[in-house]
């Protein structure tokens, strides 16, 4: 164990000076061209104070004002003698007791956290991401049967259905999906970017099924049935498990690819994260900051799913 960690520990020493030579370069580059960080304005992107206005519902008078520490509880009464409490700000009073005020007259306002632009945009890719890779999954594990199948017209469907996905660009399929097939069925624009994204994604799942099942060796399939099991069985119980195993990768870095795809989807107005970090570099004038944060919140998604895939990897070979 020493002699491996005397070995190895340089190699560590020159990926840290390597990481340290790409931080320096990218502040070199930006003081080229005389760049101000403002990571001081970036914060109220992920959460913020949210105000709310509190209105008189009706004329009425300020009959008390009591202080509640930070709060302040405005007691109005109307010409019936009801009375309507509003909780506000203490430092947001627009009135004294004894005022009087008319129906709509700001009182004054309630502070509570929000989550912001950015944090908004990533709670819309998550959905999306799991929506798409849930259907994109279905979809290509029927397709990567399909291709199998011994029946012409499955097999030449599906076929054509993958050459046509993996042939064309992606930003088109959404395009078409929306403007298109969208308009014609009415379709909102969620539904037409989870579905874009869902075939687009079954497209390459299915090639990696069937390519992940044509690699187990053919006398698997013939033990089972020689054992009794039909064809469906053979392939559900025996195929498709060890196939599991080799695809599992493959898998695993479809579905990292499609939590970026989804930034696609901003272009049919789906404010996801990559459209939200657009949003707050037109407010803060910050871009490389936002970028940065961006980034960081894909990495925040995909750094996971590949430990995930990697465990569950490894797990898989011990069982064998």
């Known amino acids: ?22 931080a320096y370069g990218l502040w070199y580059s930006t003081s080229l ?16 104070h949210a105000e709310e206005a509190q209105r008189a519902a009706e004329y009425a008078r300020v009959d008390a004002i009591a202080e509640e520490g930070a709060n302040a509880r405005v007691t109005l009464v109307n010409e019936a003698g009801e009375e309507q409490q509003l909780v506000i700000a203490r430092d947001s009073l627009q009135v004294s007791q004894g005022d009087d005020v008319a129906e709509g007259d700001v009182v004054g306002v309630t502070r509570h956290w929000a989550a912001g632009p950015l944090l908004w ?9 799991v929506l798409s890779g849930a259907f994109g999954l279905a979809i290509g594990l029927f397709t990567g049967l399909c291709r199998l199948s011994p029946n012409p017209t499955l097999r030449d469907l599906s076929t054509v259905y993958v050459e046509l996905v ?29 579905a874009a994204l869902a075939l687009f994604t079954g ?8 390519a992940g099942v044509q690699s ?7 033990a ?3 054992l009794g099991l039909s064809a469906g069985q053979s392939m559900r119980h025996v195929i498709l498990p060890q196939a599991f195993k080799r695809v599992l990768p493959p898998l695993a870095g479809q579905f990292i690819s499609l939590v970026k795809d989804t930034s696609l989807v901003s ?12 949003e707050a570099i037109t407010t803060s004038f910050s871009t490389f900051e936002i970028w940065f944060c961006v980034a960081a919140l894909y990495l925040v998604i995909n750094l996971p799913l590949s430990q995930i895939a990697n465990r569950l990897e490894r797990r898989l070979a011990q069982s064998d």
């Open 1 to 22: 164990m020493t002699r491996k960690q005397r070995r190895t520990w340089p190699w560590h020493v020159l990926t840290g000076l390597i990481l340290v030579v790409v």
């Open 33 to 48: 061209i005389s760049y101000e960080w403002r990571w001081n304005r970036v914060p109220q992107y992920f959460a913020y």
């Open 121 to 129: 945009g990533l709670w819309t890719t998550l959905w999306i991401s």
């Open 166 to 194: 993996r042939g064309t660009p992606l930003l088109v399929q959404i395009f078409i999906f929306y403007f298109f097939i969208g308009t014609v069925l009415n379709l909102s624009r969620e539904f037409a970017g989870v």
């Open 203 to 210: 497209a390459y799942v299915g090639e990696i099924v069937r």
């Open 216 to 222: 187990i060796a053919r006398g698997q399939n013939e």
């Open 224 to 226: 089972a049935r020689s």
């Open 267 to 278: 272009v049919i107005a789906i404010t996801e994260l990559t459209k939200s970090g657009r």
